[in-house]
């Protein structure tokens, strides 16, 4: 087993010795920027881009003296939040917040070991037992990161013989999965079905693995794709599909139980169920649930999981009263569902541009300019309302936004007063532009 011996990537002396002539220059032949990383020519980049975000403000890391939820305390002021993927009010919770205190009463801040070695807790199969229950799997393995969950799992099962075809939009954590695999990458348009159907038609035959990635809420537009078609692709290539749910396990469904209730689909006909527990679920971590086998495969193999520490004590416990939560009161997705449909009626009825959003707590604001993004930004803060604009190189700075995060326990007040204030900032913004062009 390969957590056996954890060198394995280890580089032998003779190596070096075949290193290229260009790499064996004299020491004083080579340039600064390569071991000075103040000259690194990539951190300089990000200095010019930071000084002309820090001469306008920057809205970045702006710190929160308490709950991140419906409302937050920034600079002793409270504000109307919509910066927050506590979509439905788990994190401050009193039962997820008693778990959590338990547990580190009874198993401390950390395990302090992987949990291949001596890290296993109680806590950490009870929550794979109820995120497997949740999704409808047979078993489900948790890992100490969201993002560590997709550059891991997909670096481990994927090799230099496989395909992977993923959605444009898909999250940077696959991609950088995917490069760590060094199988072929491929994708295709966003939520383009028949598209992967044609490449998958074209290329299958030349590789042995493939694994078509999709998100079951797209963490930027807030749209779903439409699974059972992607399943029917799915099927007829023999390919694998992982869905990341990281956005829709408990906000799609009636019960919260993600994309699979949405549509209605046998959950064993996707392989590889990705999820994490920082949004719906009060943590920190992610998962993978599916058949048995992948799941055994992954707990003894997967390097992020065999050498890295097992998941702490009070974020195994919080998850896991978080999922319990949500078992006992599946009302509190109706909620959430009700406010990001009312958020997003008002937006599209005063002509605000939503994008893609399908009724999710996602709602972006596509302003179309960064720098105007940013003035609404500050100009909403000033009227009480904090929402986080997402400008280039993030995305196109023709879909330069406000990305709205709703949670079940904004009030219809909230939304209301959100959504006319939007307007009126917006327009008052545009109007300016006009009159600085003429
Ligand atoms: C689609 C998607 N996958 C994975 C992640 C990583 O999850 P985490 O933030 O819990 O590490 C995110 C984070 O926002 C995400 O949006």
Same mark, same amino acid.
């Given at each position: 087993m390969s957590y056996i011996n954890n060198h394995s990537q280890s580089v032998s002396p003779q190596v070096l010795t075949e290193l290229p002539s260009h790499l064996l220059t004299n020491a004083e032949e080579i340039p600064a920027e390569y071991y000075c990383f103040t000259l690194y020519p990539k951190y300089l980049e990000l200095r010019r881009q930071l000084e002309n975000l820090e001469a306008s403000g920057n809205p970045y890391f702006t710190v929160h003296e308490g709950l991140n939820k419906d409302t937050t305390i920034i600079a002793g002021q409270e504000f109307i939040n919509y910066s927050s993927y506590n979509y439905l009010g788990m994190s401050g919770d009193p039962a997820v917040t008693k778990a959590a205190k338990e547990a580190i009463d009874r198993y401390g801040t950390s395990v302090s070991a992987s949990r291949v070695a001596s890290g296993e807790r109680p806590l950490h199969w009870e929550l794979e037992r109820e995120l497997a229950d949740l999704i409808g799997t047979e078993d489900c393995i948790v890992y100490v990161?969201?993002?560590?969950?997709?550059?891991?799992?997909? !670096?481990?099962?994927?090799? +230099?013989?496989?395909?992977?075809?993923?959605?444009?939009?898909?999250?940077?954590?696959? %991609?950088?999965?995917?490069?760590?695999? !060094?199988?072929?990458?491929?994708?295709?348009?966003?939520?383009?079905? +028949?598209? %992967?159907?044609?490449?998958?038609?074209?290329?299958?035959?030349?590789?042995?693995?493939?694994?078509?990635?999709?998100?079951?809420?797209?963490?930027?537009? !807030?749209?779903?794709?439409?699974?059972?078609?992607?399943?029917?692709? $799915? $099927?007829?290539?023999?390919?694998?599909?992982?869905?990341?749910?990281?956005?829709?396990i408990g906000v799609l469904g009636k019960h919260g139980r993600g994309i699979g209730e949405y549509f209605g689909v046998d959950p064993t006909e996707v392989d590889l169920w990705m999820g994490t527990l920082s949004k719906s679920f009060a943590s920190c971590g992610g998962y993978i649930a599916g058949c048995k086998a992948l799941v055994e495969y992954l707990r003894h193999t997967a390097p992020g999981f065999v050498y890295s520490v097992g998941m702490s004590p009070p974020n195994a416990a919080a998850a896991l009263a978080?999922?319990?939560?949500? $078992?006992?009161?599946?009302?509190?997705?109706?909620?959430?569902?009700?406010?990001?449909? %009312?958020?997003?009626?008002?937006?599209?009825?005063? !002509?605000?541009?939503?994008?893609?959003?399908?009724?999710?707590?996602?709602?972006?604001?596509i302003v179309g300019n960064s720098l105007q993004c940013i003035q609404l930004s500050k100009a909403l803060s000033a009227r009480g309302i904090n929402v986080k604009p997402i400008i280039y190189p993030g995305v196109q700075d023709s879909a330069a936004r406000l990305r709205f995060f709703i949670n079940c326990n904004h009030t219809v007040e909230q939304i209301r007063f959100t959504v006319?204030?939007?307007?009126?900032?917006?327009?008052?913004?545009?109007?300016?532009?006009?009159?600085?062009?003429?």
């Amino acid at each position: 087993m390969s957590y056996i011996n954890n060198h394995s990537q280890s580089v032998s002396p003779q190596v070096l010795t075949e290193l290229p002539s260009h790499l064996l220059t004299n020491a004083e032949e080579i340039p600064a920027e390569y071991y000075c990383f103040t000259l690194y020519p990539k951190y300089l980049e990000l200095r010019r881009q930071l000084e002309n975000l820090e001469a306008s403000g920057n809205p970045y890391f702006t710190v929160h003296e308490g709950l991140n939820k419906d409302t937050t305390i920034i600079a002793g002021q409270e504000f109307i939040n919509y910066s927050s993927y506590n979509y439905l009010g788990m994190s401050g919770d009193p039962a997820v917040t008693k778990a959590a205190k338990e547990a580190i009463d009874r198993y401390g801040t950390s395990v302090s070991a992987s949990r291949v070695a001596s890290g296993e807790r109680p806590l950490h199969w009870e929550l794979e037992r109820e995120l497997a229950d949740l999704i409808g799997t047979e078993d489900c393995i948790v890992y100490v990161g969201g993002h560590a969950t997709n550059v891991t799992t997909i !670096g481990h099962l994927l090799g +230099q013989d496989d395909l992977i075809v993923h959605d444009e939009l898909i999250h940077n954590s696959v %991609l950088e999965g995917c490069k760590l695999s !060094g199988a072929k990458q491929r994708s295709f348009r966003h939520n383009d079905w +028949q598209k %992967l159907d044609k490449i998958l038609s074209i290329q299958r035959h030349r590789y042995k693995r493939v694994l078509v990635i999709i998100e079951g809420v797209y963490s930027m537009d !807030g749209d779903i794709p439409d699974l059972s078609k992607f399943i029917e692709v $799915k $099927k007829r290539h023999k390919v694998f599909l992982m869905v990341d749910e990281a956005h829709s396990i408990g906000v799609l469904g009636k019960h919260g139980r993600g994309i699979g209730e949405y549509f209605g689909v046998d959950p064993t006909e996707v392989d590889l169920w990705m999820g994490t527990l920082s949004k719906s679920f009060a943590s920190c971590g992610g998962y993978i649930a599916g058949c048995k086998a992948l799941v055994e495969y992954l707990r003894h193999t997967a390097p992020g999981f065999v050498y890295s520490v097992g998941m702490s004590p009070p974020n195994a416990a919080a998850a896991l009263a978080a999922i319990r939560v949500l $078992k006992a009161e599946p009302e509190r997705v109706g909620r959430l569902f009700e406010r990001s449909k %009312l958020f997003l009626e008002l937006s599209r009825k005063q !002509g605000l541009n939503t994008g893609m959003s399908q009724n999710t707590p996602i709602v972006p604001i596509i302003v179309g300019n960064s720098l105007q993004c940013i003035q609404l930004s500050k100009a909403l803060s000033a009227r009480g309302i904090n929402v986080k604009p997402i400008i280039y190189p993030g995305v196109q700075d023709s879909a330069a936004r406000l990305r709205f995060f709703i949670n079940c326990n904004h009030t219809v007040e909230q939304i209301r007063f959100t959504v006319d204030t939007l307007v009126e900032e917006l327009a008052k913004i545009q109007c300016n532009q006009l009159v600085i062009r003429n």
